[in-house]
């Protein structure tokens, strides 16, 4: 039983080492090592942890892995007898850090308020055996203190980051008092407001983009929602396809905030009752370029913002990163490979059509190969290709585009949408004179393009002459690696998943836990099921003006295309995914 002193006892290296040798969780050489580089650099400065995880040394308990600053933090609250918390920036309540105390106080003894209730406020702390700072704190809030360990760095950026963004949105909202409030469907009327706009250049609001731009990079931040409320604007990011809330802004910094992006963007500020698109360019931590797509929709209570983050490393990925297996990726480069015809990728908004666009057209455009495209807007940047942007305010139309691209004697032509007849008549002339067409279209499975095509106008016999295959697909969350484990499929659970599969099922298939690494969810990061339909003979046959689809989906099963759902029964076999996370996404067999 470990007996606590009443009086402060801070952390240094030497009781540490003590610690850890008694538990086998390091090397007696490794921590003479330790001793002499403490004494010859200058590391009085860092946490005894922090210097300790710098030293790469090997786990003998956990099969040599590396003691990293983490593993030891855990560590250090178990020997401690504290809970420990790995920080996660998104369930850190913002108001209570910065509320609970000043942040030279939190700086001076190294602790963060991270969360607070009626009973009690959760504090942060990498110091178990200190406690001078609890009476001051415990007074002033009126509350108890619930203490926890956590990584002293994490400790240390978040303190800085969100004081900093706190400082910035007090300042913008000191700034913008005088200003009139977000119009909206229900205006109240101030008698002698004036109608200046928040400046959308203050430094506080510069400052707070920038956070925003940061926060989202470093969270994997597919999408970015900035959305005005009535009593306070909302800040969402989007991670593997599903919302969080991230930070909430007065309504004045909420408006300036969006004309600072609106600005940076090159759209027009003043203009609020129409939506806009723009677009900004700029870099990662890391150094990488990166894109970001900007949309406006006017609501009650202001312009709401969605901004769509590109991933620069789309270009850069191979087929069998995206998800492709060797069957469909051979079967898709069949089609890709032929001269002229074309090529439809389907599938709802947010399922990874622009990335499988993307990394099919950066590998066709070779130097012998002219390729074009047009696109709205634009989605990323690519100087392999040659792209123009709809514009439909001087009738730069899909439809007009493309008679315009077929003045340019192009190889390839990629067609950011078919959406109606005129587009997809032009889109069958340019594949009937010669020329490669690939496309997107909006459908739930491979088969459905052809009837969708019909819906359109487009007559059966065109269909025939011009379709080479189409490809749908969707993204599946990856289970975690940290955390996932295997179980026996129920004896109905497997053929009521994949009834075409029922005599195969696995052995064992993968269940999400959830642990601190995945933020609880199981999982981390997406990839691509696909269903790949190369256009045969029979199934040129099997289309005509009474279509029957389920006609078609046999035949292209027979033909070797696994269904969505088939195609996600093979991630789940392969433990990429859990089967809940299959059904969730793909339509049913």
């Not at 759209?267 to 949309?295: C, F, H, S, W, Y």
Request: with cysteine; glycine share 6%.
């Amino acid at each position: 039983m470990r007996i606590t002193p009443s009086h402060d006892r801070w952390l240094n290296l030497n009781n540490l080492l003590s610690a850890l040798l008694a538990q086998n969780r390091i090397q007696q050489s490794c921590a003479t090592q330790a001793m002499v580089r403490s004494r010859e650099a200058s590391s009085a400065t860092l946490h005894p942890l922090v210097f300790l995880a710098q030293q790469q040394f090997c786990d003998p308990d956990r099969g040599g892995r590396i003691l990293d600053l983490e593993t030891l933090t855990a560590w250090l609250a178990n020997h401690a007898g504290q809970p420990y918390l790995r920080l996660d920036p998104l369930k850190v309540d913002v108001a209570t850090v910065t509320g609970a105390m000043s942040f030279a106080f939190a700086q001076r003894h190294g602790i963060i308020a991270v969360a607070a209730d009626a009973s009690a406020i959760t504090v942060a702390n990498t110091q178990p055996w200190v406690s001078s700072w609890e009476a001051d704190l415990r007074q002033s809030l009126k509350r108890p203190i619930r203490r926890v360990i956590a990584n002293p760095l994490e400790i240390q950026r978040l303190n800085v980051e969100f004081f900093q963004l706190a400082k910035s949105v007090n300042g913008a909202v000191l700034n913008d008092q005088k200003t009139s409030p977000p119009a909206n469907f229900e205006q109240l009327l101030t008698l002698g407001a004036g109608e200046r706009e928040p400046d959308a250049n203050d430094a506080h609001i510069v400052n707070i983009v920038d956070w925003l731009f940061q926060y989202a990079f470093e969270q994997r931040a597919s999408d970015v929602h900035l959305e005005p409320r009535r009593e306070q604007g909302c800040v969402r990011f989007r991670i593997d396809g599903v919302l969080h809330d991230v930070y909430h802004f007065p309504p004045q910094v909420t408006m300036a905030v969006v004309s600072r992006l609106k600005s940076l963007g090159r759209m027009n500020v003043a203009e609020k009752r129409k939506p806009q698109d723009g677009r900004i360019k700029t870099r990662l931590p890391q150094g990488a370029e990166v894109e970001l797509r900007l949309a406006t929709l006017p609501t009650a209570f202001g312009e709401k913002m969605v901004m769509r983050i590109f991933d620069p490393q789309v270009l850069l990925k191979d087929f069998d990163q995206l998800g492709l297996s060797p069957n469909d990726l051979q079967r898709w480069q069949h089609m890709t490979t032929r001269p002229n015809g074309i090529i439809l990728i389907t599938g709802p908004t947010g399922s990874g059509k622009t990335s499988t666009l993307y990394a099919t057209l950066k590998q066709l455009a070779t130097p012998k190969i002219n390729l074009c495209t047009l696109e709205d807007p634009i989605e990323m940047i690519e100087p392999a290709f040659n792209q123009m942007q709809v514009q439909t305010n001087i009738d730069l139309t899909f439809a007009n585009g493309v008679r315009a691209l077929l003045r340019q004697d192009p190889d390839i032509i990629m067609l950011g949408e078919i959406r109606d007849l005129e587009t997809a008549e032009v889109a069958i002339q340019a594949a009937l004179t010669g020329h490669l067409v690939l496309s997107t279209l909006h459908t739930n499975d491979a088969p459905g393009a052809i009837s969708r095509l019909q819906e359109l106008g487009v007559a059966p016999y065109l269909i025939k002459a011009t379709l080479l295959g189409v490809m749908a697909q969707r993204l599946v969350r990856t289970l975690c690696p940290e955390c996932k484990t295997e179980h026996p499929p129920a004896p109905d659970e497997w053929q009521d998943f994949a009834p075409a599969w029922a005599g195969a099922a696995p052995d064992t298939i993968c269940r999400a836990v959830g642990c601190a690494q995945c933020r609880e969810t199981g999982y981390t990061g997406r990839v691509g099921v696909y269903e790949v339909m190369v256009i045969s003979e029979k199934l040129r046959g099997l289309i005509g003006r009474e279509t029957d689809l389920n006609a078609i989906r046999r035949q292209a099963g027979a033909q070797g295309m696994l269904s969505l759902r088939l195609a996600a029964a093979l991630k789940v076999a392969d433990g990429v995914t859990s089967l809940q996370e299959a059904l969730r996404v793909t339509p049913h067999a």
